[in-house]
T-cell receptor, first 111, second 114 residues
C-alpha cells in the first residue's frame, strides 16, 4: 500500500526566504506526482504535475523535483511571499485510479 | 471556463439522516473523483468514475456510501444513516482523462453530523 509522508508538518519563515518542502513515498512504481496548495476553508489548487519519466517541473517561483528511485520529491519556493502562506499537499498516483496524499505542510510566510 | 463546482458548500445534519452531495465537473472532463478530508485522516480517496466504465468504488468506507454519475457529467455522493464520524470535507475532482492528467478540485462540501 502506497504511503506518502511530508516533512515538515509546519514551517514558518520570514518573507523573502527560499524554502524547500519534502515529500516521500514508499512505492516507487508511480505514474505521476502532483503538488497542490490548499488555503483555509478552500479546495485544492494544482501547482505542478510531474510525470514519472520527468525529473522536474517549474512554474514561476515554484520548482518541483522528482527522484522516483528514492521515493522523493521536493517543492522549492523561491523568494517566498506572505501570499504563499497555505497548506501544501503532495499526492502520487500509483496503482489504481486515485491519488494518495501526504499529510501536508502548513506554511506561514511572515511579512 | 468554469471550474469544478460543488453543492451545498456546507451541510449540517442529524445523526441517522441521509445526505446528498453534488459535484459538477469541468465540462468535457471524462474522469471524476470523490475524496474525503477529515481531521486526523488527511485526504482519502472514495470513488472514481471514468466515462461509461464501471466506477472504482474501492475507497468507499462502508455500504452507507454510494455515488452515481448521470450522463457522464454531474455526480451525486449519497451517505445514508449518517454517523458523527462522517463529518468531514468532501472534495470532488475531475480530469480530462484518467490518471495522467492534472486533477482539478472543487471547493468541497463541509459536512457536520450532529
Amino acid at each position: 500500500k502506497q504511503e506518502v509522508t511530508q516533512i515538515p508538518a509546519a514551517l514558518s519563515v520570514p518573507e523573502g526566504e527560499n524554502l524547500v518542502l519534502n515529500c516521500s513515498f514508499t512505492d516507487s512504481a508511480i505514474y505521476n506526482l502532483q503538488w497542490f496548495r490548499q488555503d483555509p476553508g478552500k479546495g485544492l489548487t494544482s501547482l505542478l504535475l510531474i510525470q514519472s519519466s520527468q525529473r522536474e517541473q517549474t512554474s514561476g517561483r515554484l520548482n518541483a523535483s522528482l527522484d522516483k528511485s528514492s521515493g522523493r520529491s521536493t517543492l522549492y519556493i523561491a523568494a517566498s511571499q506572505p501570499g504563499d502562506s497555505a497548506t501544501y499537499l503532495c499526492a502520487v498516483r500509483s496503482a489504481g485510479n486515485m491519488l494518495t496524499f501526504g499529510g501536508g505542510t502548513r506554511l506561514m510566510v511572515k511579512p | 471556463g468554469a471550474g469544478v463546482s460543488q453543492s451545498p458548500s456546507n451541510k449540517v445534519t442529524e445523526k441517522g439522516k441521509d445526505v446528498e452531495l453534488r459535484c459538477d465537473p469541468i465540462s468535457g472532463h471524462t474522469a471524476l473523483y470523490w475524496y474525503r478530508q477529515s481531521l486526523g485522516q488527511g485526504l482519502e480517496f472514495l470513488i472514481y468514475f471514468q466515462g461509461n466504465s464501471a466506477p472504482d468504488k474501492s475507497g468507499l468506507p462502508s455500504d452507507r456510501f454510494s455515488a452515481e454519475r448521470t450522463g457522464g457529467s454531474v455526480s451525486t455522493l449519497t451517505i445514508q444513516r449518517t454517523q458523527q464520524e462522517d463529518s468531514a470535507v468532501y472534495l470532488c475532482a475531475s480530469s480530462a482523462t484518467s490518471g495522467m492528467k492534472t486533477q482539478y478540485f472543487g471547493p468541497g462540501t463541509r459536512l457536520l453530523v450532529l
